[in-house]
């Protein structure tokens, strides 16, 4: 299971750090990702980290202002959100796969996760 916490209300130019926490199992050997999903709109890949190796991709919007980590150790997945604006409000959700991308879309492809945590919501006011 995975469970993700540390969504808040913030204003913009603030920050905050989510985490997953995976139990239950054990998911070194799945890459992890962060999505959100805001009102009336699709689920979005922000991030995504590989348990081995440490690869990461990124969305463009979030590049330079979030950092996804991990700590293998705690079996938990970070995600440091920086500089946040009103358009990253969403409920964010925390996810894992075993599949290997070929490409930044494939990595950030929701449908390409097999095991979904619940939301923790992040509201950012202007």
């Known amino acids: 299971q995975l469970q993700a916490s540390g969504g808040g209300l913030v204003q913009a130019g603030g920050s905050l750090r989510l985490s997953c926490a995976a139990s239950g199992r054990t998911f070194n050997s799945y890459s992890m990702g962060w999505f959100r999903q805001a009102p009336g709109k699709e689920r979005e890949g922000v991030a995504r980290?590989?348990?081995?190796?440490?690869?990461?991709y990124y969305r463009d919007s979030v590049k330079g202002r979030f950092t996804i980590s991990r700590d293998n150790v705690k079996n938990t997945v970070y995600l440091q959100m920086n500089n946040l604006r009103p358009e990253d409000t969403a409920v964010y959700f925390c996810?894992?796969?075993?599949?290997?991308?070929?490409?930044?879309?494939?990595?950030?492809?929701?449908?390409?996760?097999?095991?979904w945590g619940q939301g923790t919501l992040v509201t950012v006011s202007s």
């Open positions: 996810a894992a796969t075993p599949t290997v991308p070929l490409t930044l879309t494939e990595a950030l492809d929701p449908r390409r996760y097999d095991y």
């Open positions: 980290i590989r348990f081995v190796g440490g690869s990461k």
